[in-house]
């Protein structure tokens, strides 16, 4: 595993392209409209979040890059490449939509408040490419992922709006500790690993 920097953007675009496909299906973005329909907007959205996991030097990806993990050290404080995305977002998605996303994922977002006010390794995603699924690669991100928390002695934590992710996870030794439900009918999963 490596981390993402210094690559052209025709490299970066092939990873949004990869990361975004990933994504459509996921139940996070059941405001952008019925799973054929969200495509164009989904992919929007992630091209976005990627860059930001990428500007805030938050990216891995396995050697021959199609499989990639956004993992985030809780002392880091990326305010303003934050501030940029939703900004960013906010032009790039429809107002009507992101307000009533933003007003769902209000409702959703604490459930990690037991673990994230102390230090912590948050997962910001976990990809592989759709003609990579079910090899394995999954469990080689989360691998790296644990041995980047034992390092630094930290709980790793895993945010998933998917059951089948959620119970994936599990069956890689997380523990499921948290679910919430937003009004729209989407659920949140909260699993945490740490070296017990």
């Known amino acids: 595993m490596k981390l993402v920097e210094n690559v052209s953007k025709q490299e970066l675009a092939r990873i949004k ?13 059941h405001e952008f409209g019925m799973v054929e329909e969200r495509r164009e907007l989904v992919l929007k959205y992630m091209g976005i979040y ?6 805030t030097g938050a990216l891995y990806q396995n050697v021959d890059g199609t499989a990639f993990i956004g993992l985030e050290y809780s002392d ?14 906010i ?5 009507r939509v ?21 230090p912590h390794l948050a997962t910001l995603m976990v990809c592989v490419s759709k003609d990579n699924q079910g090899k394995g ?5 989360v691998d790296f992922a644990k041995r980047m928390a034992l390092e630094k002695h930290v709980p790793l ?19 499921l500790y948290n679910t919430q439900t937003a009004s729209n009918g989407v659920t949140r999963y909260n699993l945490v690993w740490k070296d017990i």
């Open 17 to 29: 392209e990869i990361i975004g496909e990933a994504f459509i299906t996921n139940e996070l973005f």
């Open 157 to 175: 934590l895993f945010d998933t709006d998917m059951k089948n992710y959620a119970e994936m996870y599990q069956h890689m030794g997380c523990e």
């Open 76 to 89: 880091k404080h990326a305010v303003l490449p934050k501030l940029k995305m939703l900004c960013r977002l």
């Open 91 to 95: 032009f790039a998605i429809p107002f």
């Open 50 to 55: 990627v860059d930001y996991v990428y500007e």
């Open 137 to 141: 690669y999954a469990r080689g991100l």
């Open 98 to 118: 992101m307000k009533k996303y933003l007003g769902h994922i209000k409702q959703i977002k604490d459930g990690n408040s037991r673990y994230t006010s102390q």
